[in-house]
């Protein structure tokens, strides 16, 4: 009684073996290797059942020997085949892998570019639209103060001259921050200069700033990534690791561009990088931006001992 119990359970098990066989064979998109093994379960099934077959119904198992062996040999068989063609399913399945990463990439690149050209615009928009407003408004009230007024007027237009000036520095400072137009206008290496020189004019903190770059242009796009990574650590090392010093060295070779970052700060486990939202999205930013270049980040960190991140993207010259 027991092993019939066994027996029937075992048929069962199979049975369910070969309806997950045949519907993993449509996701396999009829991969021949998955349908040699789909028909080796189902010849498998078929000799358990003739197995059990005597041990419930009145049967000799001599009157189907041959079928019982040659079920055998086929499921053998077809087991054997779809194993040594399986290797076809892990190609396949790592052709669709590197496509959708190629997918991932093109779309994160598309949406970054998305972004600069819409900061572009918007800068464009505020130096070219509300900075001559903010100049005509200022022309009139140096007019305005010319004329003969009292004294309680000429408070006003001094009060209503210092708002515009500082107005017009606001707009000017928020359209160099959306599109920096020494980077469009000077390259990589000068934007970098000149957001450090507006950083350290505190002398809170030094920075050393190394980079054999020069004059050299690179692809828009990368300058412009570049420029956004290196603002970002610093803003990223100004606000969460009270750092004194900060070194910076950015090179090329003829096959990639190096960017190295490293300051005397608190640091952080790297283990917690991305646990918490409001201190991980800027490193999240870095990784997403850099990754749309095809490159890479490395980063090193540890509690009171700083933080070094080391940046490869590869070198294409537009001039080239």
Known sequence: MFLKIVLLIAVI???????????????????LSWIFISLGFGALLMRMILEALPFYFNLEPKSYGYLYMWLGVASAMFFAIG??????????????????RVSEKRFLSVLIQAEDNERRRLAKDLHDGIGPLLSTIKMSLSALKKLNTDEQQKVILDNLDTVV???????????????????????????IANFIQKITTTGDLKIKYNSSLQDLRI????????????????????????????????????????LTYKDNGSGFELDNLFKHQDKGTGIYNIYNRINSLKGTVNIDSKLDCGTKVEIKIPYSNENN
């Open 13 to 31: 098990f199979q049975i369910i073996a070969v309806i997950v066989s045949l519907r993993l064979t449509r996701k396999t998109k009829y991969n």
């Open 219 to 258: 692809e828009t796009s990368k300058e412009t990534v570049l420029y956004r990574v290196v603002c970002e650590l610093i803003n990223n090392t100004i606000k969460h690791a009270n750092a004194t010093q900060i070194d910076i060295d950015l090179y090329y070779d003829t096959r990639k561009i190096y």
């Open 83 to 100: 194993l040594i063609l399986i290797r076809s399913i892990f190609t396949y399945m790592e052709k669709i892998e590197k496509e959708k």
């Open 165 to 191: 000036v500082e107005s017009m520095k606001s707009v000017k400072e928020i359209s160099n921050n959306l599109n920096p137009h020494v980077l469009d206008n000077f390259g990589l290496d000068k934007a």
